[in-house]
Every structure is written in structure tokens, then in C-alpha cells.
């Protein structure tokens, strides 16, 4: 809910040559925080903290930010009757655009980016790291969390070079190739291959390409439904991850055949990211550009 009202006040607040960075910087810090979750968290609840006790804290910090949001959020503007009608009409609004043929590669493109991040490195990585390569615990945390460094760090620089060049679809590709090579790296290659930490950097980095489709279904919706079409695909984004990361669980248990969880079998299960960054990339050569440099040309 958070992340969708960034995005809306970013994309009303903004100019719209500059809405690719600042969905990217919004992410950025969100994965900021996401990050500091594992290699911060970790630490503290195996510590000096009870873990109950940390979640009073982390309640009365996201409060104390509540109210500082409220405060500074400028209102809105009232919106007609016509628009204002009801989420019917929203939703019809949002489901006319985005299964257009030119543009219902957004849907895909955007879910099928974030399985090797949300499922594979932050439900998965950890024992990824642990059964496979036999990482100790904390280092395995600290691992798994680089991949959100990654989206901090290229969240941000991937939505200023879409936003300078003026087209989304050249660094979706971009992102997504090297999501491929990091991905294909961490499955594939020796645990030695790459210092710690590298392909985890660059698979989070890479995935700041999945913040590039929330430029495109904004700038494909009509205004008052593009708070709606984010919604929307955050709903199907996570609804996804959360069907497949259990379903991943019984697959890895299927392949291990009784037997403990091995560097063998992650390397098996682990296809599934490497196919579901092709179809992203399949998904993405029908999608319709909609950048700047686009919009002049026509």
C-alpha cells in the first residue's frame, strides 16, 4: 500500500521525463530497508534484542513515520463524480489498457523479473546458502541481503537511464541479461567461481529493470486510474511469489527424494528463474515503448 501511493504521488508530483527515476529511488529506498530486514535484523534478535520486543519497535518507528507522511503529503485534488464513481469503474478503466495486445507484455514482464529476487534470493537464499554451498548462518543473511543492496544501487541508476535516453525497452533487456548471467552463475558455476557477494549484487542491480514496467502502465492509463493500474500489478506481482515460493519448497523436496537439500538439487530447481527471466525478455519484445524519446518521434 505504501509503495503504490510513492508511486502515485511521484507520478502527479513530478515531471513526467523524471517518473522512471523516481519509482526507481522509491524502490531504493524500500529495498534499503528490506535489506537492512536481514543483515540488521538478524543480528539483533539473536542478540541483545527479543524478537517480540522488535516488533514494538519497529511498530512505534513506522507510526512516528505515519504521522510525519501525513504532515507533509500535500492534499489532493477533488476528483468528478464521473471519475469518483467507484472501483467498477476503475478497474474497468485499468483492464481496458493493459490487455491491448501492445501493451499486455506489462503484466508478465514485471511478475516474471521478481521470482529470482522475491522467491529465489529472499524466501530460498538463505538455504540456498546454507544446504548448498555451506555457508554459515550469518554470512548467509548478510549474502542473501546483498541482493537488495543490488536494487538500492540500481533501482535508481536504471530509471535515470531510461528516463535519459528516452525508452524503457532497451534497459529492461539490458537488466534482464544480466539477471540472466548472475542468476545462471549462482545455479551453475562453482561456489568459488565469483568473490561473495558479486552475482548477488548483480542479480539485485539487474532487477532494478522490474521497476521500469511500473513507468510503462503508468504512462499507458488514464490519470485517474493509475493509482489503480499500480495496485493492480502489485497485487499479481506478489500473489504470484507467494503461490510459487511454496510450490518451489515441494519441488525442491520432490527432487531431493527424501534426502537433504543439496548444491545439486538447488542447481536442478534453479531453471525455473533462468526460464522465467526468458519469458520476461519474450514478454518484453511485444511490449509497446513508451518513453520519451517515443512520444517525440511520433
Not at 195 to 201: F, I, Q, T
Request: hydrophobic share 50%; aromatic share 10%.
Amino acid at each position: 500500500m505504501a509503495f503504490v501511493a510513492a508511486v502515485y504521488l511521484a507520478s502527479h508530483g513530478l515531471p513526467a521525463r523524471y517518473l522512471a527515476t523516481a519509482i526507481g529511488i522509491t524502490q531504493c529506498i524500500g529495498m534499503l530497508g528490506g535489506s537492512a530486514g536481514q543483515f540488521v535484523t538478524a543480528p539483533l534478535i539473536h542478540g541483545p534484542i527479543v524478537w517480540q520486543h522488535l516488533w514494538i519497535y519497529a511498530g512505534v518507528v513506522t507510526l512516528l513515520i505515519a504521522v510525519a507522511m501525513y504532515v507533509v503529503t500535500p492534499p489532493g485534488e477533488k476528483q468528478s463524480a464521473a471519475i469518483a464513481g467507484g472501483i467498477l469503474e476503475r478497474i474497468r478503466a485499468v483492464q481496458d489498457r493493459p490487455y491491448q495486445p501492445s501493451v499486455l507484455p506489462v503484466w508478465p514482464d514485471r511478475r516474471l523479473l521478481f521470482l529470482p529476487t522475491t522467491v529465489g534470493a529472499m524466501t530460498w537464499g538463505v538455504s540456498f546458502l546454507e544446504h548448498g554451498w555451506h555457508v554459515d548462518y550469518a554470512q548467509a543473511v548478510d549474502r542473501a541481503a546483498a541482493v537488495a543492496l543490488g536494487w538500492v544501487v540500481g533501482c535508481p541508476i536504471l530509471g535515470y537511464i531510461t528516463d535519459r535516453i528516452g525508452r524503457r525497452k532497451p534497459v529492461v533487456f539490458a537488466g534482464s541479461a544480466l539477471m540472466l548471467v548472475a542468476t545462471m552463475g549462482i545455479y551453475y558455476l562453482p561456489p568459488e567461481t565469483f568473490p561473495p557477494y558479486v552475482l548477488a549484487l548483480l542479480l539485485g542491480f539487474g532487477s532494478g529493470a522490474a521497476m521500469i514496467p511500473y513507468s510503462t502502465i503508468k504512462e499507458v492509463n488514464p490519470d485517474h486510474a493509475k493509482g489503480s493500474a499500480t495496485g493492480a500489478m502489485n497485487f499479481m506481482v506478489f500473489v504470484l511469489s507467494a503461490l510459487l515460493a511454496p510450490a518451489y519448497g515441494r519441488w525442491l523436496q520432490t527432487l531431493a527424494n527424501g534426502g537433504p537439500l543439496t548444491e545439486d538439487v538447488f542447481s536442478k530447481a534453479g531453471s525455473v528463474y533462468v526460464v522465467a527471466i526468458v519469458l520476461a525478455v519474450i514478454a518484453t519484445v511485444f511490449l509497446r515503448e513508451t518513453g520519451s524519446a517515443d512520444r517525440k518521434a511520433k
